[in-house]
């Protein structure tokens, strides 16, 4: 704290005030102008916080100035007017606070949310360009699983009866593959797909292939979002499940397929196939059993779900109890 007459000539310093100064002895600032401690640039602020005080107003503010052994500080200043008995401003006092340790905290704070700033502003762009790449990748792979399948149905049409079987259900499931990977050029998050909207879409072509009419009942709840890999291999399940269907099914009624949440939340999933037939599955363990059924369990088994059938009352139900997360 200092005290200063009216023209803002050092009258008094207290001992805490000469210490944080760096100042040996009050004798070498007494009557010194006080705007003559702090740098020139600054002194400007200081006449007018005098000139305030003169006025008998009150002023603050924070600047850094150097000791007087060269140290450099931040300090705040508040500068206000005493007066005498009859009212006069006959004194002032001048009050400054170290604020080094809290402006060099808040600096060090403004650079690293600066650097952090920076970094975002970098890993964005990064994730920017790996989705526009992840795009072109999954535009190229489509592209390259349609002309494997289109291929593979060629290669059928040359084929004896056996052979063209057995091609036409291997380009069938290349294209359920392509499918995902053209769902994942649509979808925002490259990451993940909504899996109802990928089965409505992956049944209404089904039903064109296998020209059967197939069932999607609508789903009022959520969408079921999963990692794309995990997507693949549930339609890769429901075209095996569905061409299954199709081909040991009886009569004209449409397959029905449906996919929902059990319980609260998304963390266990069902999805089921259900077509009229004249009686039970066979049973697998009784004779070896098919690649589609091979299949079927494969990809089960990664999505941490059951696979079961059931018959009742002339319908075949197959079941998939399955988490949709990882």
């Known amino acids: 704290m200092k005290l200063l007459d009216p023209d803002g000539r050092i009258t008094f310093m207290t001992e805490n005030g000469l210490r944080a100064m760096e100042i040996d002895t009050f004798a070498s600032v007494e009557s010194c102008p006080w705007p003559d401690l702090w740098p020139a640039p ?61 402006v060099l905290r808040e600096r060090d704070s403004r650079a ?33 699983l349609a002309q494997v399948a289109s291929i593979l149905r060629l290669q059928a049409r040359r084929s004896s009866a056996d052979a063209r079987g057995a091609l036409d259900e291997a380009a069938r499931r290349v294209a359920s593959i ?47 979002p999963m990692l794309s890999e995990r997507a693949s291999a549930l339609c890769i399940i429901l075209s095996e499940l569905v061409a299954n269907a199709a081909r040991h099914g009886v009569g004209s009624d449409p397959i029905r397929v449906n996919l929902d949440h059990i319980g609260q939340g998304p963390a266990v999933a069902r999805l089921c196939v259900r077509n009229a037939a004249t009686g039970p599955r066979p049973d697998p363990t009784a004779r070896e059993a098919g690649l589609g059924s091979l299949i079927c369990e494969t990809y089960a088994a990664t999505l941490s779900g059951q696979l079961d059938w059931t018959f009742a009352e002339g319908q075949m139900v197959a079941r998939l109890v399955f988490s949709p997360e990882a």
């Open 112 to 144: 690293y949310a600066l650097t952090l700033e920076r970094e975002l502003a970098e890993k964005s762009e990064l994730l920017t360009q790996r989705d526009f790449l992840m795009r072109e990748v999954d535009h190229r792979v489509k592209n390259s």
């Open 178 to 224: 392509a499918r995902v990977h053209e769902q994942l050029q649509s979808s925002g998050d490259m990451r993940s797909i909504p899996v109802i909207a990928l089965i409505r879409r992956l049944c209404s072509e089904l039903a064109l292939s296998l020209d059967r009419q197939i069932d999607v009942p609508a789903d009022d709840a959520a969408d079921l």
């Open 42 to 102: 600054l002194r400007p602020l200081l006449h007018e916080a005098l000139d305030r005080a003169r006025a008998g107003e009150r002023s603050s503010f924070e600047a850094e100035c150097p000791t007087a052994k060269g140290t450099m500080k931040w300090w705040h200043v508040s500068v206000l007017p005493i007066r005498d008995a009859g009212g006069t401003v006959d004194k002032i006092l001048a009050s400054s606070r170290d604020i080094t340790e809290r």
